[in-house]
């Protein structure tokens, strides 16, 4: 908003100024604009702390140190505005006054920025990188300001090799060829009775041998053509055939160390693991296959510490007749409580089932079938595939016997080994529950 001036008249009291209601209601709208342009439109917010300085904080601000050219900027002068920044459109460049108005540093991808001294061009670039340097030469620091081109030191290490040499191939007998990156690396090595290297105007190799044990003198890999395993008390060494010092173990075959223990014993170059626990021999078979108490189709079976002869059972042995009763806790009347088979195998033909009082009995064909079932209600059919094998309801107050023709074939799913089986009481009191199962028991 404009500033709205107040007319005061020609002269005082004179009737031609404002009215004064129109006088005031200009007065409040420049205070107006004031509050809210200093302020949050009731309360002005002070823009200079106690000292005078310009003091805002809180918000962003928009300060422009704009100047259209260079030459406007450096008008100021830089001691009297000592710290102040200035743009100056002309040049696309930030200045700031220190001494002089130096230029900061900026994004170059609108242009090159001019009149940037390096600090190292005196000592480097401006003496040195001229475009005319020798080839592979390096720039060498003389630790006084001062820069120096040389000659790369040489990559060999016998002398003979070509100062021009700035990477190398070591050649390790056996293994595959490494290059070094003669940047990063660094490679010290003795010649001696193991290290050997060779030289030529194009590379040096450096062959390095297997080192000795014991026995001393190294042998190069590459001749190892032929040896035996050597076992002492804690290592295995490799021997070569054509080595006369039986105790010599070359260094890079000694790559397994076995702790002689209970079952790990080495003995006159043989290392021996013996089986955990006790072995048997066919004597030990022999004196059970003597035994006169073996009764007519009983196999040996182990039993975990000894042979023993033990009759056919499951699939090797052919079908047999089980019979298991099994008792519940104590259930209130209405309540289900739950038992396990373990004789009738992993599958089975049910014969009969026998209970003691009222009940109502359900078997499946695993404990999540089981459980599944647990809501559904007497008399309510279960649905096919729910893994519910057979149920039975008793409604005598006394013993009740279900036999079952023709039988109803049942099986445990995944790895179950024992029946499970849902009874509920129906007895009109709390108590146990005794069901008897008969099967003929097909698998074990």
Excluded at 386 to 398: L, M, N, P, R
Aim: proline share 2%; charged share 15%; aromatic share 8%.
């Amino acid at each position: 908003m404009a500033k709205q001036i107040i007319n005061i008249g020609a002269s005082a009291n004179d009737g031609s100024g404002d009215p004064l209601r129109n006088a005031f209601d200009k007065v409040n709208d420049n205070f107006n604009e004031i509050y809210f342009n200093f302020g949050n439109a009731t309360t002005l917010t002070s823009i200079f702390d106690s000292n005078g300085n310009l003091d805002l904080y809180g918000k962003p601000h928009k300060v422009s140190f704009y100047y259209d050219t260079f030459a406007a900027l450096t008008a100021n002068n830089p001691g009297t505005y000592h710290g102040a920044i200035g743009h100056a459109h002309d040049t696309g460049a930030l200045y700031y006054a220190h001494g002089s108005w130096r230029k900061l540093l900026a994004d170059t991808s609108g242009g090159t920025i001019t009149n940037y001294t390096d600090p190292l061009a005196p000592y480097v670039y401006a003496n040195n990188v001229t475009n005319s340097e020798t080839s592979d030469y390096v720039l060498k620091t003389n630790a006084d300001g001062t820069y120096t081109w040389v000659e790369q030191a040489s990559g060999g290490g016998g002398g003979g090799a070509s100062s021009a040499n700035t990477f190398g191939t070591i050649a390790v007998a056996g293994q595959s060829s490494v290059v070094a990156d003669g940047s990063t690396d660094t490679l010290t090595l003795v010649a001696g009775s193991n290290v050997t290297i060779t030289t030529d105007a194009n590379a040096d190799t450096i062959t390095i041998n297997a080192s000795g044990g014991s026995g001393g003198g190294g042998t190069d890999l590459n001749s190892l053509t032929g040896g035996t395993l050597d076992v002492a008390a804690d290592s295995i060494g490799f021997i070569d055939a054509n080595d006369s010092n039986a105790s010599k173990k070359d260094t890079i075959a000694d790559f397994v160390t076995a702790i002689a223990g209970t079952n790990i014993t080495a003995s006159n170059g043989v290392l021996s693991v013996a089986a955990p626990g006790n072995t048997y021999t066919n004597a030990d078979v022999d004196s059970h296959l003597n035994t006169s108490g073996a009764g007519s189709n009983e196999f040996l079976q182990w039993s975990g510490s000894d042979y023993q002869w033990a009759a056919a059972s499951g699939g090797g042995g052919g079908a047999s007749r089980v019979s298991e009763a099994e008792t519940t806790a104590s259930i209130a009347d209405g309540s289900s409580g739950s038992v396990e088979y373990a004789t009738l195998g992993k599958s089975f033909a049910l014969q009969k089932v026998t209970v003691n009082k009222q009940c109502w009995v359900r078997i499946y064909s695993d404990t999540a079938a089981r459980t599944a079932d647990a809501s559904r209600t007497q008399g309510t059919d279960p649905s096919d595939g729910s893994g519910v094998i057979a149920e039975f309801i008793a409604t005598a107050s006394g013993t009740t016997t279900f036999k079952i023709t023709p039988s109803i074939m049942g099986w445990l799913d995944n790895s179950e080994t024992e029946v499970p089986v849902a009874i509920q009481n129906n007895s009109g009191s709390a108590g146990t529950v005794t069901v008897t199962i008969d099967a003929l028991k097909l698998e074990s």
